[in-house]
């Protein structure tokens, strides 16, 4: 989605809350990755505790059958590994990530967006924001780059 036709304070308004929401994402996924320090950190016994980190490396690698059998509690939080490829682990598969989010924060929230960002036959302004130019300011890396990790012809 390309907002379109926004005045600079408009775009500015439109970052500003993209990249809100986004913290606030990112936040969430702190808080799930130091649940899985802290429960790492209260374990006592060294024995258990190189389990832990046996299951945990395993589960990193993409193989959660070691967590899941002995902490069924944390593996239902433990993010799935990507299938294929290489690691992911670069700014711009970063940015690609957050395009996808930014998108699913746009379609979320579409009726407060268009109530404030709308194109109506008034709107003078020349600026266009989009999702692919979000993620690339907040990561320092190219807008193509991000586009050619979407698969999607840069404008």
């Known amino acids: 989605m390309i907002w379109k036709y926004l005045t600079k304070d408009d775009a ?18 702190q808080a ?21 980190q046996r299951a945990l490396e395993s589960a990193s690698a ?26 992911r682990d670069d700014d711009v598969w970063a940015a690609a990530r957050d395009v996808r ?3 699913l924060f746009w ?9 404030k960002f709308k194109p109506t036959q008034h709107r003078t302004g020349t600026v266009e924001v989009t999702a ?5 300011d907040r990561y320092g890396v190219d ?8 698969h999607k012809v840069a404008r």
């Open 12 to 29: 500015k308004e439109l970052i500003a809350w993209t990249n809100a929401k986004l913290d606030q994402q990112h936040g969430k996924e």
């Open 32 to 52: 799930i990755s130091d649940r899985f320090i802290q429960f790492g950190q209260e374990i006592s016994d060294p024995n258990d505790r190189a389990t832990f």
């Open 62 to 87: 993409g193989d959660l059958t070691l967590m899941e059998i002995d902490y069924p509690d944390l593996a239902k939080h433990f993010p799935a590994a990507a299938k294929r490829g290489r690691i």
């Open 101 to 103: 989010l930014i998108r």
């Open 107 to 115: 379609k979320q929230h579409k009726k407060l967006l268009e109530g």
């Open 132 to 136: 692919e130019q979000i993620a690339a």
């Open 143 to 150: 807008v193509e780059a991000v586009c050619n990790r979407l």
